[in-house]
Structures are given as C-alpha cells and as structure tokens.
C-alpha cells in the first residue's frame, strides 16, 4: 500500500480552526489561546509527536493541562511510553510484503485499521467546534470515534458531522434513569457500541490540572453528566463509586447495543469481564490519569490477552505514538488500539485535518512497520515479532 495516502486524506492548505477562540471564553487561560501562533503546513507534521509542541502553543494553560495532565506525579504516563520504547522488534525478511492489509472486523464493523480515537472529555475546550469538528476528523480519516460522556456536545449534532462509525464511552451515574434514556439516545443517533469506563470510581489526583485551576470555559455544556451538572460529582459522591458489577448486567438489560469494559488491567477482572457477557474489554489505565503507579498497559495487556483467550476482543490505549506500537500491541493480543492525546493535538493544531493528518500517520507507520517486520496481515502478527518473547 503506498504511503502517500495520507497527502490525499488530508488538505494541506486549510489550518483551519485553532486560530478562533471559544465564543466565550476569557482571555486568560480558559479554551485555546487567545493569539495562536501560525502553524506549518500539515504535509510538513511528519510524526504524531510533531503536534504536541504546536498544540500546546495554541492552547491556553488551562486546555494544556486538560490534556497533557495525568495523576498525582505522571508516572504511569511515563510508563505508558517507556514500556513501548523498551520492546524490540524482530524481522522477518524476503517475504512478499507488496501488499498491506490493515483490515479488521470488530463487534460488526469492517474497519480498515486497528486505529480508534480514544473517549476523551471536554474537546470545546481544545477547539470551537468541539466533538462535531473531531468527528469531521475522525471521518476523513476512516476512523472509528468513541465519544465520551464529558462530551460537549449532543450525539445528533455529532453523528450529523460523523462520516465513520461513533461507539459511546459511559460514564454511569446516580440516576440511573436518565442513564438509560442516554444509551436510548446515543442508540437512536446511530452509535454502534457502549463503552462502560471502570477505572473511575473517583477522578484521579489531577494535580497538574489543579494547579492551572481548570474549569469549563463559561457557556460549555456537559449534556451527559448529569452528577456534575447536579453537583454531586465530588470525591466519593457520584454515581461511579457505587458501580459494580451488578450494574455491568443492569446495562446489559437496558441495550441490545455491544458493551466494552474500559479500564482493566487485571487478568481476573478480565476472566470476570468476560462471565459477566461483555462483548470486548479495553486495557487502560485512562493515559496515566487514575492510579498513578498503575502499570503500562501494554505490560499489563499480554496477562489480559492469555487469560480472555480470544473469546471477547481485546483493545488497548495508553501512550500508543508509533505505527511500531499498534504492531507491539497486535503482538501481544490487542485486536485494535486506542489514541488520546494525539489526535486532540491534531485538533488543536489544524481541527478536523490535524486529527485525520494523526491518523493518517499512525496508518502509514503501521503499515510501514507490518511490511519491515514481514507480516503483511494483521493476522500474520503474533508474539514472534516481538524480539525476546516470553
Ligand atoms: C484530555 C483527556 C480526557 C479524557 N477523557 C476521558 C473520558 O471522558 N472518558 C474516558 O473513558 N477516558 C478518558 N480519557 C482517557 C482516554 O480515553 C484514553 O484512555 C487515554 O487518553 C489513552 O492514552 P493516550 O492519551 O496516551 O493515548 C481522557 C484522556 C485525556 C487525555
């Protein structure tokens, strides 16, 4: 597959976007920055780790420690990464590698790559056009979007902008009614899956977003959290800390809908995930933004994938930035993987063209990697690739 695609997926000429700021929002620190630099052209971002410098640039401190911040001293976040740096890879050679096949099928869907955009909160804080403009993104790209429950922006005005498939992230609340007439809406609108995240019984020590002192700009709206919006959303008070696996079954018996698990790193809550009749489980630790000293996940994924042994998928995020690490996960089981903080700076960056520009990369490195390691399927990926397998 030529790696040019990615000229062709994204126009170089409209930085559009970054450089308007929140109807609302103050001058100081509050939505993207209020002067934003000019940015290269999209053909010059080579690696995804190009946008991180520019995003922040553009945002104002606030939106910068929304989205780089983790738990108390960021050291999962480290892992995240360093864990991927640490695996070596090994080559197979003259293997016919002239094609590349990325495709995949995943809870009823043919997706071309094994790429999803990770659940993330609040991205009318990151651009004007918020989860619409992402989801423009997402489309151009052919990726599949997971919306968060923190969205800032209601599923219909999503989907009407979505040119690929949306699954819904949730976040459970105390009521559990207007839970269920959420999964009833998000259904309606076209969604093709729920993601129920598990590793929040409370939000993590966000120290770096305290410091910034973040808060929503004025005027933005969270129409699916309904604890905060009541102000029942401080520690050990909403709906989250009560959920348990009792509730996995009560949002089993409200939608015919597939349900992910998100936030496992545990082999036995796998084991347990899986009696429990989920359809896939996704290893994370929320980008290093819960636990902190919680594990890499991509440590934490071969247990997972051992003990589920094919019988639900198994999905992974956390510090995925290379096409090596999407083959590194394939390696150790994952059926896809998940991104966060790399297409939110491509939102920052360029909205809708700098999310779909970080995807296109991610795709070509992936590609790139299959046929230098000489396995040209995502099903030719197994352990074997990965240098000193255990
Ligand atoms: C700014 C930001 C907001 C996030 N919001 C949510 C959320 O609302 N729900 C959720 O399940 N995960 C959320 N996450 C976690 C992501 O879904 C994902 O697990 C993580 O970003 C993956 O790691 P990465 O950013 O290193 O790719 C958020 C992450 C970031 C960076």
Not at 235 to 246: D, E, V
Not at 255 to 269: E, Y
Request: a positive charge; charged letters at 20%; one cysteine or more.
């Amino acid at each position: 597959m030529p790696l040019s695609r990615r000229k062709a997926i994204v126009s170089t000429s409209s930085l559009v976007g970054a450089a308007l700021l929140l109807p609302d929002a103050e001058a100081r620190g509050q939505g993207p920055a209020a002067t934003a630099p000019t940015s290269p052209p999209l053909a010059d971002l080579v690696s995804v780790s190009d946008f991180e410098p520019l995003a922040e640039q553009r945002l104002s401190e606030i939106s910068r420690a929304l989205v780089k911040g983790g738990a108390a001293d960021e050291i999962t976040i480290r892992w995240n990464r360093e864990a991927f740096d640490q695996i070596k890879l090994r080559t197979r050679v003259l293997v016919d590698v002239s094609t590349i096949d990325t495709g995949l099928d995943l809870l009823g869907l043919r997706l071309p790559f094994p790429i999803l955009l990770a659940p993330t909160a609040y991205h009318a804080m990151i651009h004007p056009g918020g989860e619409a403009e992402t989801a423009r993104g997402a489309g151009k790209a052919g990726a599949l979007f997971v919306v968060s429950s923190a969205t800032n922006t209601r599923i219909a005005d999503i989907a009407k902008t979505a040119g690929g498939p949306l699954w819904f992230q949730l976040y459970v609340q105390s009521d559990r009614r207007f839970v269920a007439d959420v999964v009833h809406e998000v259904e309606s609108a076209g969604c093709r899956a729920l993601v129920l995240t598990v590793d929040a019984p409370v939000v993590g020590a966000r120290y770096r977003q305290m410091r910034a002192k973040f808060k929503l700009s004025p005027g933005l709206k969270l129409p699916y959290m309904d604890d905060v919006n009541k102000g029942r959303d401080s520690l050990l008070r909403g709906g989250n800390t009560r959920m348990t696996w009792a509730d996995v079954e009560w949002l089993r018996s409200v939608t015919k809908l597939p349900v992910l698990l998100k936030g496992i790193l545990d082999p036995d809550d796998a084991e347990r995930a899986v009696a429990a009749g989920v359809d896939g489980i996704i290893v994370s630790n929320h980008g290093g933004r819960m636990l902190d000293t919680a594990p890499a996940t991509i440590s934490a994924l071969p247990a997972v994938t051992e003990r589920v042994a094919g019988r639900i998928p198994v999905l992974v995020d956390g510090g995925v930035r290379r096409g090596t690490d999407i083959l590194k996960a394939r390696a150790y089981g994952a059926a896809a993987v998940l991104v966060g903080r790399p297409y939110l700076h491509g939102l920052a960056v360029a909205g809708a063209d700098g999310v779909a520009r970080v995807v296109a990369i991610l795709r070509d490195e992936l590609e790139q990697a299959m046929a230098l390691a000489g396995r040209p399927t995502l099903t030719a990926i197994d352990r074997s690739v990965i240098w000193n397998a255990s």
